[in-house]
Structure formats: structure tokens, C-alpha cells
């Protein structure tokens, strides 16, 4: 029999986590035992206090076997670990309450599963993706499986790219592209790409956790969290992927919490050898308003453009689609579409499908003929990219102004405010840089741009009237 008079929950926890801390990582060691308190001790039984029943299963499922030999050699062998939950506030319930669970009673949580057990035995933890009132939502990892290595096409636009996904997909984790960057213009196959990574991994390697998340759902998700006060959950969940996908990161820009929090969350997956995937619409160089160090991050795997399909490429996506289709068409029509249609992957796509409905619809042929009107028709309605100096343009022609005027140094409300306009759409419209824009009207620096972007937001909010104009004007550009 040991001796227990002398001990303390204090001291024989103290003990234990100098044990533990010789034998984990650092990084592992701060964000799962330093949150722990010993609150009580009895005979053969430690307590101690976590913060939530997330984090009781982590430590269930990681570090169980360490945490039994630390206290076996503190308190011998019918040494017990039991666990008091703290549960965050919520509404409904104020007095946090604590909830006491044995240790290692259940079966560990299988990772893949692990949503599951997340929203069936925690209803209090704040699982993101659980919409609240619909019970027993499956969370998968989110990934479509039509977007598929087999059908993403390779060229010279997108070969880095693709055999650098292929690299990560077979070691998830395991090679210097990490995080894995894809960057490119719209329409060029970012997302599929993304997914394909995703969809093969689990292929691959099936016992991974997986999550793909636009960067949009990802900071209302967070914003969320906020609201109902459940940020560490929150965090706790992502911590918990093995892979995850951040689709259209640049959406991030400007949304300093939501950063703030991507950050700790990366930082944490990267430390523990796990893989991040990002898509961007813009090189990480070229990315406003994401704080610097959130950048340098970006910059410590690898960033691999995907640039506009070369004809070659244009010509076997379309071949790919028609066999996916199950449709022929002879070669020359193929071609000319794959020779008109060059702005990107969607629009290559819209304009064989339409392509394809037209002749079947109206039980035509396809001609050459055919493939005119509807090229021609559907390059037509194709956005075109607007200029600075189309905006500036519209901008004055509708509040009566020269483009001379916009551009100059008046301080006229009116005009100062046609200008701000101007450089606000041209930020939402162009992928030119701050600066950029602020030297194409009227050579200010990319402070004043930014200001007149912050300008507008707020008018479009507060100035009824102002919202009109530039809702006016917005429709322009969008026709
Ligand atoms: P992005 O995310 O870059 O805007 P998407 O991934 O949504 O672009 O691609 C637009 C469409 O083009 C999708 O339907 C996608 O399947 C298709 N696509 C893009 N690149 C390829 C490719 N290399 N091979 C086959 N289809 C492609
Ligand atoms: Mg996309």
C-alpha cells in the first residue's frame, strides 16, 4: 500500500505532468494538459478538470496510455483518472456545470467518425456544422466526389499544380507542400482541384479526417462562435482534421478576427504534421488586407498557379466532357469551340453544354453552323473583364462629370465622392492592386484608396441616397 497522507490532487498532478511533458511535444503538451486543474483526491482516484467533453475525448483518444502510466507511478496500480467537464455557458443553462466521466470506459473515438460522436454525446459542444434543430446531421468531410483527379485534365496551365495535389494526396502531412497553395483566376479549376486532393486522400488513406470549407463558411462559422460564445469548441473541432481545405481564402481579407483565429488553427495542424490545402484567387504576394504573418504561413509550402488553358488543353477538357456525356461530335466543331470560347474552364464548359441541349432539344444536327450561333451567343454574354478606365468612365458619365474632373485634386464633396466610387469598384471589379488603382485615378497612394474603400462601406450603410448610386451604377457593370 502506498502511503496517500502526504499527496496532494496539486502535487500528484504536478508530478504526472512533469512526466508527461518529457514524453509529448511542446506545442501538444501546452494546448491539451496546461488547461487541466487537479481538483480532488481520493484513495486510488485523481479528478481533474477540463474544459470540455471534446477535450475529455481528445485526451481519451491521445493520450490515455500516458497519462496511466504517469499515474500508476504516482498512485499505483488501481490508480483511476476521472474527468469533471466543465461546460461553457449557454443559454438555457448559466450555472456552468461539470459532469464526471471515468477514464477510458468508452471505446475511443474513431477518428473518421468523430462528428458523429461529437454531435450524438455532446450536445452542448458547439460542433459548427450542426444547424441547430436537425438532429443527427452526418458531417462528412464535405467533398464532391464528381470532382475527381480522373476528370481534371492536365495541360501545361495546370501541371504543377495537379502533380503537386498528387504528391500531397498520396502523403498527406509527409512532403514540403505544406500548406499546399492553388492560386489562379475564376473558373480555372481551383475548387475541382482542391476537392480531387480531398476525394483521393480519402481514397487513399480512408482513416483520415477530412474537411473541405469555403473561407466564407468558414469566418460565418466563426462569427458565430463568437456570438454564442463557443470560440474554443470551435477551434478545438478544426484541431481536430487531419486534411483540411480552405476554398477562396482571399475572402478572408479584412476579417481580422476570423485571421486571427485561421492562424492559431493552422499553426496548430501545421505543428502536428497535418496537411492544409488553400485556394486563392490571387498569389499570396498579391493578397490585400491578410496580416503578414498569416502571409509568410502561406509562403512555407508550396504556391502553384493555375494559369488559363492553352488551346491543346481547352480542346481534351471539352473531349472529356462530351465522353463523360456520352455525346459525339466531330473534331472541327470541338475545335472551334475550344478556339472561341478562351476566357475559362466554366465557360468552356457552359458553352459545350449548351451546345450539346441545343441540338438535342430542337433535334438538330450539330454544325458547324450551330456551333457559330451558340459560341457567338454565349462569348457575348461572357462578363468581360472591366478596365479602371471603364469604370472611371461610368462613374462620371453618371454623375454628369468629365473623367478630368474625377481625376483631379478637387476636394468637392461630390466629386471627391464620384472618385471614392470609382476606386471602390475598381478594387471590386479589377485585380489590380491598391496602389494600382490609386495611381490610375488621379495618382493618390494606396492609403487613399483604402480609405475610399472604407468610405463607401460605410455610406453604402448609413446614406440611403448613396446606396441608390452606387446600386445604379453597380447594375452597369453587371449587364
Ligand atoms: P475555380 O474554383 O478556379 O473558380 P472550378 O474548380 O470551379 O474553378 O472550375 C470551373 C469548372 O471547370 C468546373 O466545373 C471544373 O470541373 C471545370 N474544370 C476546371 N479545370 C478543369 C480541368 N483541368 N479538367 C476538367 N475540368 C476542369
Ligand atoms: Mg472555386
Not at 470560440?231 to 476579417?255: A, E, M, T
Not at 493578397?287 to 494559369?307: C, T, V, Y
Request: charged share 25%; with cysteine; aromatic share 10%.
Amino acid at each position: 500500500m502506498l502511503d496517500y497522507t502526504n499527496k496532494t490532487a496539486q502535487s500528484v498532478w504536478t508530478n504526472c505532468l512533469l512526466f508527461i511533458k518529457d514524453n509529448i511535444q511542446e506545442q501538444a503538451f501546452k494546448t491539451w494538459f496546461e488547461p487541466i486543474k487537479a481538483i480532488e483526491l481520493t484513495e486510488s482516484a485523481l479528478y481533474i478538470q477540463v474544459p470540455s467533453k471534446f477535450f475529455y475525448e481528445w485526451l481519451e483518444e491521445h493520450y490515455v496510455k500516458i497519462l496511466k502510466v504517469a499515474l500508476i507511478k504516482e498512485l499505483g496500480s488501481g490508480a483511476k483518472l476521472l474527468y469533471k467537464i466543465q461546460m461553457e455557458n449557454t443559454i438555457g443553462n448559466k450555472q456552468p456545470y461539470t459532469e464526471q466521466l471515468p477514464s477510458a470506459q468508452r471505446a475511443p473515438v474513431r477518428t473518421q467518425e468523430l462528428d458523429v460522436p461529437i454531435q450524438n454525446k455532446n450536445p452542448e459542444l458547439k460542433n459548427p456544422f450542426i444547424i441547430p434543430g436537425i438532429r443527427n446531421v452526418k458531417i462528412e468531410s464535405q467533398l464532391n466526389a464528381n470532382y475527381s483527379f480522373d476528370n481534371f485534365l492536365e495541360g501545361d496551365s495546370n501541371r504543377l499544380a495537379r502533380s503537386a495535389g498528387l504528391a500531397v494526396a498520396n502523403k498527406p502531412g509527409g512532403t514540403s507542400f505544406n500548406p499546399l497553395m492553388l492560386f489562379g483566376g475564376v473558373g480555372l479549376g481551383k475548387t475541382h482541384l482542391a476537392h480531387a486532393i480531398g476525394v483521393e486522400i480519402k481514397e487513399i488513406h480512408p482513416e483520415k479526417t477530412v474537411l473541405y470549407i469555403s473561407a466564407e463558411v468558414f469566418t460565418q462559422q466563426y462569427v458565430d462562435s463568437v456570438r454564442k460564445q463557443t470560440r474554443n469548441d470551435f477551434i478545438y473541432f478544426y484541431q481536430l482534421i487531419d486534411v483540411l481545405i480552405v476554398d477562396d481564402i482571399q475572402f478572408l481579407s479584412g476579417k481580422a478576427g476570423t485571421q486571427d483565429v485561421f492562424f492559431h488553427i493552422f499553426n496548430y495542424l501545421h505543428q502536428n504534421g497535418k496537411q492544409v490545402i488553400l485556394t486563392s484567387d490571387k498569389a499570396p504576394v498579391d493578397m490585400q488586407d491578410i496580416e503578414q504573418r498569416l502571409l509568410s504561413r502561406f509562403k512555407w509550402g508550396l504556391s502553384a498557379e493555375i494559369q488559363h488553358p492553352d488551346f491543346e488543353t481547352r480542346t481534351s477538357i471539352l473531349k472529356g466532357i462530351l465522353y463523360r456525356d456520352g455525346v459525339e461530335m466531330p473534331n472541327d466543331i470541338v475545335e472551334y469551340v475550344a478556339k472561341n470560347v478562351k476566357t475559362n474552364v466554366r465557360e468552356l464548359e457552359g458553352a459545350i453544354i449548351s451546345l450539346i441541349a441545343q441540338s438535342s432539344f430542337n433535334k438538330r444536327e450539330v454544325t458547324i453552323e450551330l456551333a457559330k450561333q451558340v459560341v457567338e451567343k454565349f462569348v457575348k454574354n461572357v462578363k468581360k473583364e472591366v478596365s479602371i478606365d471603364y469604370i472611371q468612365k461610368v462613374v462620371s458619365d453618371y454623375f454628369s462629370l468629365d473623367i478630368e474632373t474625377l481625376r483631379s485634386k478637387t476636394r468637392k464633396r461630390h466629386i471627391v465622392q464620384a472618385r471614392q466610387l470609382a476606386m471602390f469598384f475598381a478594387k471590386k471589379y479589377t485585380k489590380a492592386s491598391l496602389a494600382n488603382i490609386g495611381s490610375q485615378i488621379g495618382d493618390r497612394d494606396h492609403a487613399t484608396v483604402l480609405h475610399a474603400c472604407k468610405t463607401i462601406d460605410n455610406l453604402l450603410e448609413t446614406d440611403k441616397q448613396f446606396k441608390k448610386y452606387h446600386d445604379d451604377i453597380n447594375k452597369k457593370f453587371n449587364m
